[in-house]
């Protein structure tokens, strides 16, 4: 497909460039209510979109084919529409999920459609042409960098002016509604408003972006992909995501919130009058330790649950009752993260703070760094989380140590494989962290799928 030939003469398009993201720290905490610190890489996807006068969807990747899926998608606007001729996400999640090769359209078409539906744009069709640096799959939001990329390509070509915040949020939109990915929203935010070489804190309750934090000099994050393919959209991840939120309702029950005021709190998505605001994240350590968490089961099926405690207040999950979920380890994580992100981010300023600080104490901050992200990443596996792959890079970067200017790994996003983050310190540790990455990926005789650079968020082309 000839880029020319597919646009045609004479036509505006607007392009956008946003980069994919590694998390450094906070991961599966974000639905909870986590700080989480956040970095944008220098690979990412562009996408160019026109709109048209009629209502044809056309939207082509010139990556899809490679990945064994269609290049090209063709819909009409009109195909999910319900019978009063209103947008409907469920009818677009089952169509789009529902052609084989074409699911990777629905980031793109949702954009629309979204649009469409949460802020009343009357244009109903678009050719849109995507180009990608980005592996999907690899727990480095692809997803939300082809979301973010369309949105504001979009919302420009139609002219539509959004917000820093709400674009993103309406990116998560698409994802859980038309996708049908239940996400939280740090991917998004931080492809659209990261900048180089620092780390973005969002405080997900939902939506609190601070002040960027400069990565200290010397100082890098690089992500190794494990080769082990990761997806949001996966049973295990929505089943940690589904544990969780049980392990706050039952928390809140015993805290005083009844069936009825999680219900209500549910259905008008506004949590701020149930204990700790309806977020794990706030929940001190030292409560859950000491008077919470022996109230959680080990494990619990859904339909038990259900039948003891009524719902969760997650909005994006369904229980199935035939689950047993992993109730306890999956509410302790984020409570755990919650803290141990607190924690990094203060280290990480206070390195920026302090530059005279001797070699010994900068070593002694980072080991205590990578420690938080060692520990980061054995939570993840005890929620179910972890992957052989991933698991073997971080044991690589624990055996070569502080003595290679290694300091922790932990693996990034959603877990069950994907990529996993290291941090290292000054040339040797950057080489070392390279050759990780090198005799990881020989014994798959392929050139390794590292991602050493940061770059800033969304840009137009």
């Not at 480095?140 to 993103?168: C, K, Q, W």
């Not at 972006?209 to 010397?218: K, L, M, N, R």
């Not at 029950?253 to 605001?277: F, T």
């Not at 290291?422 to 590292?450: Q, T, Y």
Request: aromatic content about 6%; overall charge negative; charged content about 20%.
């Amino acid at each position: 497909m000839d880029y020319q030939a597919f646009f045609g003469e004479g036509r505006k398009i607007a392009r956008v460039e946003a980069p994919g993201r590694l998390d450094v720290m906070g991961g599966i905490a974000d639905y909870s209510g986590s700080l989480v610190l956040e970095m944008p890489v220098d690979k990412g996807t562009t996408a160019h979109v026109a709109p048209r006068q009629d209502d044809t969807l056309r939207v082509h990747s010139t990556s899809a084919g490679a990945m064994g899926k269609e290049g090209t998608v063709t819909a009409r606007f009109g195909d999910f529409l319900d019978a009063k001729g209103q947008v409907n996400y469920g009818i677009a999640r089952s169509k789009l999920a529902g052609t084989p090769g074409s699911d990777w359209a629905a980031y793109v078409i949702g954009c629309l459609l979204v649009l469409a539906e949460e802020k009343g744009a009357r244009v109903r069709g678009m050719d849109a042409w995507i180009e990608s640096t980005l592996p999907s799959g690899r727990g480095v939001s692809a997803s939300a960098a082809l979301e973010v990329s369309t949105m504001a390509a979009l919302s420009r070509a139609i002219g539509i002016e959004l917000g820093d915040t709400e674009l993103p949020i309406l990116c998560q939109r698409v994802e859980n509604l038309v996708v049908g990915a239940p996400c939280g929203l740090m991917d998004q935010l931080t492809s659209y408003l990261g900048k180089r070489n620092r780390l973005l804190p969002i405080l997900c309750q939902p939506a609190d972006v601070q002040a960027s934090i400069p990565i200290p000099d010397g100082v890098r994050f690089v992500g190794v992909d494990s080769g082990a393919e990761h997806s949001v959209g996966g049973s295990g991840y929505t089943n940690v995501r589904v544990a969780a939120f049980m392990g706050y309702t039952i928390i809140a029950r015993a805290e005083g919130a009844s069936i009825d005021a999680l219900r209500s709190a549910r259905n008008a998505r506004d949590w701020s009058g149930l204990p700790y605001h309806g977020y794990l994240a706030n929940v001190p350590v030292p409560t859950f330790e000491e008077g919470l968490e022996p109230l959680l089961p080990d494990r619990m099926t859904g339909k038990d649950f259900t039948a003891r405690f009524g719902t969760t207040i997650d909005t994006v999950t369904e229980i199935r009752p035939d689950v047993e979920y992993a109730v306890k380890v999956c509410t302790r994580h984020p409570v755990m993260e919650s803290a141990r992100v607190q924690v990094f981010s203060r280290i990480i300023s206070g390195l920026n703070a302090d530059k005279q600080r001797s070699r010994t104490e900068r070593a002694a901050s980072l080991k205590r760094l990578g420690g938080l992200m060692v520990e980061s990443h054995r939570s993840y596996g005890a929620c179910g989380l972890g992957h052989p792959a991933t698991d073997a890079i971080v044991d690589a970067v624990l055996e070569a140590g502080p003595g290679k200017d290694l300091f922790g790994a932990k693996i990034t996003g959603g877990g069950s494989g994907g990529t996993v983050c290291i941090l290292c310190d000054g040339d040797e540790g950057f080489r070392a962290a390279m050759e990780i990455a090198s005799v990881h990926w020989a014994a798959r005789n392929k050139e390794p799928v590292v991602f050493t650079g940061s770059q800033d968020g969304a840009r137009f082309a």
